[in-house]
């Protein structure tokens, strides 16, 4: 009942009050959700912290939640967030096919959500779903890794969690570059589970079995710099390794001479935008954008590695 | 030989029921594992090119030193004039554009078979065009208003369908053979360009060598 009252009230306020009170006093346009997985990956605190100061910024107060990857916790989360009466939820999901009856379940209630990153495996329930263009991206880095591998030798492929589009969509994009060259040999395939200490796990026991493995190519920067450590550990350093992401972490590493190249995913201006577009369908009821959105990726190389800054990329000099 | 034109009489000399489009397997994918996305987008693909496809590149196609003259008040203005791209923030514009040239590099025995083409004159390359089998990107699928993402259930049946779409503009071209530098040709062909400054890696959908 509250929620009901609460929700309409607020419904006043956003067509009748506001265009008359300051923008400054605007904390009353309520509250936003924001559920994304565990900021022990950098590139979730990111768009955590973008959507954060954003809502902000824009005037709502904001609860963020952690699932953890977990569909259970998420869909407690939506609860929370639907008890609390949320205008909208701002999602990064736990999982494309879990997570349809938690935004169905918001939507109900009468709370929209906008998704980034992850798809979910239906449309028509979420408002948004702003998702980086992946299969861009793999290709940008695979066609990196082939030049860097001088188109031949054994490579090993570090997988991201399996029930994730986006571990799918990586790896096709990268296959759909790598394997026009028959001279590169794929000689493990394995999910790190986009986790750093799995990555490195993994790539302890390929190497044992492939100790001539040129390359590495991971389906996420976590991977990468799990990869990376085993790699270091096992005086390895000149094998090539290419991410996914473009975390500070893996910048760093670009920039010692490390990992190779990573491939962007603008995490910090996905949020934003997310939460941008919730505030206009909130006052408008309309986002005046198609449901699916892609966000293209930018390359990382030791070449622009030093303009990237919390996944962000800061313009060239030039054009 | 055009080989689209070709197809078009064709289709022409014969009545409408009659005629349907069925594209040759590409080898490189049966190297893959047999995929129903796969097998579906092709399918699509070819039903779509001739009737949506070819018609939304040759209404939205410009002449290449028209378009190189406003890609000069920059991409944007370009964009806003000649371009087609899908909503959303930052996508980049991609360009249907018909033009002629002369070959100045050509890679034709490779999976990416390129040609280097200077447009102007002045004996530097000012485009790329895309021969395949393997085309790099998604011009073709982007440039298509009646193509929208929501449509499909994830990113990799869209990204089958970009893949689908670059087969059959490779398929329905005769790739040059021999020595082609010095050779003049002619093209209409769709490519993405993220900055007016960037090489135009064209997608040919017609391509004719010699004198037209």
């Not at chain 1, 085993?230 to 972490?249: K, M, P, Y």
């Not at chain 2, 530098?181 to 900055?195: D, W």
């Amino acid at each position: 009942m509250s929620i009901t009252r609460r929700l309409f009230v607020s419904g006043l306020a956003i067509t009748a009050v506001l265009p008359t009170v300051r923008a400054a006093q605007a904390q009353e346009k309520g509250l936003i959700a924001i559920i994304t997985p565990s900021h022990d990956n950098p590139f979730f605190k990111a768009e955590a912290v973008g959507a954060e100061a954003r809502a902000k910024e824009l005037g709502y107060e904001t609860l963020v939640l952690v699932h953890d990857d977990d569909p259970n916790k998420q869909s407690q989360m939506f609860d929370t967030a639907i008890a609390r009466g949320a205008q909208a939820i701002i999602l990064d999901n736990a999982g494309a096919d879990a997570t349809v009856a938690p935004v169905q379940r918001a939507k109900d209630a009468g709370i929209p959500s906008f998704l980034i990153d992850r798809e979910i495996k239906e449309s028509g329930i979420a408002v948004s779903q702003i998702v980086s263009n992946n299969y861009q991206g793999a290709q940008l880095g695979a066609e990196e890794f082939v030049m860097l591998m001088g188109e031949e030798g054994p490579y090993v492929e570090l997988l991201g969690r399996e029930a994730d589009t986006n571990a799918g969509i990586r790896s096709a994009g990268y296959h759909d570059i790598i394997d026009q060259y028959p001279d590169l040999e794929m000689v493990a395939q394995q999910s790190a589970n986009w986790s750093q200490t799995e990555g490195y796990a993994k790539m302890e026991t390929i190497l044992q079995a492939n100790p001539g493995i040129k390359g590495v190519i991971c389906g996420n920067d976590t991977m990468a710099m799990g990869a990376w450590a085993a790699l270091e550990a096992a005086g390895r350093t000149e094998v090539i390794v290419v991410g996914f992401d473009g975390s500070n972490d893996v910048r760093d590493s670009i920039l010692n001479g490390g990992i190779k190249a990573t491939v962007l995913q603008p995490a910090y201006r996905q949020a934003q935008l997310a939460v941008e577009q919730a505030d206009q369908y909130l006052q408008t009821g309309s986002t005046g954008q198609p449901e699916k959105q892609l966000m293209d990726c930018v390359l990382i190389n030791e070449e622009n590695a030093a303009r990237l800054e919390t996944f962000a990329l800061a313009d060239a000099a030039t054009n | 030989m055009r080989p689209i034109s070709m197809v078009a009489t064709v289709c022409l000399s014969l009545t409408a029921t009659a005629c349907q489009i069925v594209p040759d397997p590409d080898p490189a994918d049966t190297a893959n594992v047999p995929q129903t996305d796969e097998a579906r987008m092709a399918a699509y693909v070819a039903e779509a090119w001739e009737s949506q496809v070819q018609p939304v590149i040759a209404e939205n196609a410009v002449d290449y030193d028209t378009l190189r003259n406003r890609l000069a008040e920059g991409i944007d203005a370009a964009g806003a004039a000649y371009g087609l791209r899908p909503d959303g923030e930052a996508n980049p514009w991609n360009f249907a554009v018909t033009g002629s040239g002369t070959v100045t590099e050509a890679r034709l025995d490779s999976r990416a078979a390129k040609m280097q083409v200077d447009m102007d004159g002045d004996g530097a390359a000012d485009v790329t065009l895309q021969l395949g089998p393997v085309i790099r990107g998604t011009a073709l699928r982007d440039a298509m208003p009646f193509i929208v993402f929501t449509d499909f259930r994830d990113q990799i049946e869209f990204a089958k369908l970009a893949r689908a779409m670059n087969d059959q503009a490779a398929s329905g071209l005769t790739k040059p053979e021999g020595d082609v530098v010095g050779e003049t040709v002619s093209f209409t062909g769709v490519f993405t360009l993220r900055s007016a400054t960037d090489t135009p890696e064209i997608v040919p959908t017609a391509l004719t060598m010699g004198t037209p």
